[in-house]
């Protein structure tokens, strides 16, 4: 966020000091008042008095009140070698005294009402703060101790405060001063235009109470209304003093609270006309890419300003006003600044509606009514004085203007509030009250902080209908009205209501606008834009750049896998969806499997029920030249054995196509298994009868034929086949092979494999199949050279031969193969190992039967024919 300058904090640090200076001196001269007072023991003397600007109204009960009647003030620099010189006042501030006479008029309707304090009359003390602390410090303990020369009572100084409650102070830091020091007292201070939230603490301000709504709200609705229009990117302009320093503190952290923008630049407006340092703020508001103004001022402040903007012809601005100078800033409203300030909203104080309050104004008399000494300052420049017979009931006045009553309404509330209090405080039954023994206040010993109890817990409702309560921090319920200025054709300008910001028990705080009465000072007759940078699009998420606020991004793509959700972060898809081209939206990710519908799978299939239908026919040629020499020389009972077993190799390589469901991924690899070590020992038994055969065929060797029996043939074929069968068993029950989806392979696809559960097992089934292989490769080229012309022997060699050299080079393949492949591998594998066996053993032999019919004879085989 933006910090105040160094030379903001100096000015800071200097009002600071100058503020606590005023205070000690003012306290001082208090305190030896008091001291003073001890040493004359039959009276009560001021030491001096203060002479300030007001009006009066004897009454039972006194009420105090502080308005800016003047603008401007002039305080004399003190020599110390004399009596110091008052502070003068100038500039007339014509809506500060008519909220003067608001609390005026309140008080006689009061007076005039029989059922709110009946046989009390109200009084009043009203006083110019002329926007000044100093004044209106000095005001304030004039009101809390009196300027009466002397008080005599039997030698000591007893009696009831001049004032049993203050209506003002109209600003923050004057407020905050006089609650400082009137508190301790107990003394009840209702304020109607101060908005610091530092003045909602009621254990540093406990007699402190107001009719405006806190800062803190007035942020939070200045917040609704950026966020409203999408304005995310602003520069703040405070006034030099707690209204501005706080707001600008509570606008900082609730925006970085809620997230919902940033600000570009604070700047704090000097309080005298500093021309350079206007015209260095202007040129910061110029370079600014920020085309909303949040100010929140006083209306002087403003006007030193729009002055050097005028000079600079800053435009284009939208400006965002505070409840200082929304509503009633009417010098602002000229032909010369609404070129640039025309559209500006702003938060307002709630309007109101005061019956009868335009014909008490048009009767006022000054020189008839009230001690007053507003009109000397007036004199002095030389105006003209009133006779008190003026009729002014068809002038066209600022000061009967009620048309528009804000911070008078407030007033209003105020008066009412404390004349509530007053009223529950002194229809209190003796014996049944709230304070010691259950005693009640009475109008003869009455105490500001009894007043203080009841001011508490009042709770009415005004004649426009807002009901008026304090929470325990002394704050109302808050509502404001959202404004507008309108520029209109013929040069005239208006203040209009387009909406409010309110906040109940049932909704919280809402926002109600009607944008199309706004006024938009702008060519477009729309919202502008304020952004430090455009909203990230879909499938992009927000990087800050370096040492810039949150606002302050570049839009970088979101990685593959990933899209942005709706805080505009990247976020990953869930396991099974990746991200679509966009990185906008998760889509399901693509599954790959060895499939019957794509060329691979359809190849493979059509091979292998190719090779199926081939075992078949030479079966079938087998079965038919069954008696023929070559096949009841070769063990004709093992060669159908064979071609059995390679028919079941060839079925079993369409388990490994098709999306993998747990039974195909169980049975395949048994299957698998199980056929190709069936094949494989019937090649061995056969190969073993071969050698033993051959064996028997030398002198002495007829014995080993014995051994080699048709029931041990089919027995050692059954044994080796039960072996890898417990093999596969063993395998299914300890880690079965299971589907799987696998997305190492491609981030963006499902591969669906079978896991093989168990490496291991499937290592010893390839083992044991590769080591009947190596037997029956190692027997059959021992007996490779026997002489007859039909050797078997050398088919056995030459088919394990291939089969071997396949399943060696199937495992380096299979392991480094991806997804689907592998299994593709596999098939291919099974095969061509299959067609391999197939061929070399049964090709020759087929050749001979179709082709060749005059070598299948006895003689032929046995190498005794041609």
Known sequence: MPQLGSKNQKAVMCSFLQTNLVLVILLYSYFTHTVSSSLFPSSCQLQGQFHLNGMNKVGDIILGGLFPVHFFSSVPHPSFTSEPQQPTCHGFYVQGFRQAQTMAFAIDEINRNANLLPNVTLGYTLYDNCVELGIGFRA????????????????????????????????????????????????????????????????????????????????????KILKHFGWTWAGLLISDDDYGRHAARSLQFELSLSGEGCLDYIEVLPWDKDTDELRRIVNVMKKSTARVVIAFVHESHMINLMEEVVKENVTSLQWMASEGWTATAGVLQTPQFMPYLGGTLGIAIRRGEIPGLREFLLQIRPDLHHNNNNGNSWLEGGGALCTG?????????????????????NVYKAVYALAYSLDDMLQCNPGRGPFSRQSCATLQSLQPWQLLYYLE??????????????????????????????WLPDGSTEVQNVGEV??????GEELILDEDKIFWNFISKKPPRSVCSESCLSGTHMVRKKGEPKCCFDCIPCSEGKVTNETSKCTSCPEDFWSNPQRDHCVPKKTEFLSYHEPLGICLTATSLLGTCICAVVLGIFIYHHRTPIIRANNSELSFQVLLSLKLCFLCSLLFIGRPRLWTCQLRHAAFGISFVLCVSCILVKTMVVLAVFKASKPGGGTSLKWFGAMQQRGTVLFLTSIQAAI???????????????????????????????????????????????????????????????????????????????????????????????????????????????????????????????????????????
């Open 389 to 409: 017979q003026e009729d002014l009931e068809n002038v066209n006045t600022e000061i009967l203007d009620i048309s528009n009553l804000r911070p008078e309404y």
């Open 457 to 486: 817990r009042v709770n009415f409702t005004t004649p426009f209908g807002d009901q008026v309560s304090f929470d325990e921090n002394g704050d109302v319920v808050p509502i404001y009205d959202v404004m507008n200025w309108l």
């Open 728 to 866: 596969c068993t063993t395998w299914l029950v300890s880690s079965s092979p299971t589907p799987h989806k696998n997305t190492q392979y491609q981030n963006d696809k499902i591969v669906y494999e079978c896991a093989f559960g168990s490496t291991v097992g499937f290592a010893v089934l390839l083992g044991y199949i590769g080591i009947l292989a190596f037997l029956s490769f190692l027997i059959a080229f021992l007996v490779r050279n026997l002489p007859d012309s039909f050797n078997e022997a050398k088919l056995i060699t030459f088919s394990m031969l291939i089969f071997c050299a396949v399943w060696v080079a199937f495992v380096p393949v299979y392991i480094s193969s991806p997804g689907n492949y592998a299994d593709a591998v596999e098939v291919f594998a099974i095969l061509a190992s299959s067609f391999g066996l197939l061929i070399t053993l049964f090709g020759p032999k087929c050749y001979i039967i179709l082709l060749r019919p005059e070598l299948n004879t006895k003689k032929a085989i046995m190498g005794r024919g041609t």
């Open 140 to 223: 304030a303990l004039s009101l809390a101790g009196g300027q009466e020369e002397q008080i005599v009572s039997n030698g000591t100084c007893t009696g009831n405060p001049p004032v049993l409650g203050i209506v003002g102070d109209s600003s923050s830091t004057p407020s905050i001063a006089i609650s400082s020091v009137l508190g301790l007292y107990r003394v009840p201070i209702v304020s109607y235009f101060a908005t610091c939230s530092c003045l909602s603490d009621h254990r540093k301000y406990p007699s402190f109470f107001r009719t405006i709504p806190s800062d803190a709200f007035q942020v939070r609705a200045i917040i």
């Open 502 to 507: 309110k906040s109940s028990a049932l909704y």
